[in-house]
């Protein structure tokens, strides 16, 4: 069982900055993948970014590549999302979530946060 808890959200303006972290409890978060997604208003949840459990390998969605990077640190049960660079189009909630594998599909994931507010002000 792994409880996951997002924070780092928040308004900001265009062209701005935002960390985001996930924090996890439960002795097995190295064992998991982690992801990132999102979701705005009327709209689906999104991949945005995942990890693998070693932190060796990531994944981006086209739209943040070169804008966000994922990170995470096993020994502190804590993963981040650095945004950089933010867009209006970037506003959405988002939230963390551990799987079994590194992967983009919604459906790998098995624990999920309950999400954090981003806000980016044109």
């Known amino acids: 069982q792994v409880q996951l808890v997002e924070s780092g959200g928040g308004l900001v303006q265009a062209g701005g900055s935002l960390r985001l972290s996930c924090a996890a409890s439960g002795r097995t978060f190295s064992t998991y993948a982690m992801g990132w997604f999102r979701q705005a208003p009327g709209t689906e949840r999104e991949f945005v970014a995942g990890?693998?459990?070693?932190?060796?390998?990531?994944s981006y969605a086209d739209s943040v590549k070169g804008r966000f990077t994922i990170t995470r640190v096993n020994a502190k049960n804590t993963m981040y999302l650095q945004m950089n660079s933010l867009k209006p189009e970037d506003t959405a909630v988002y939230y963390c979530g551990a799987g079994g594998a590194l992967s983009a599909r919604l459906e790998n994931y098995t624990y999920w946060g309950q999400g954090t507010q981003v806000t980016v002000s044109s």
């Open positions: 990890i693998r459990w070693t932190g060796g390998s990531t």
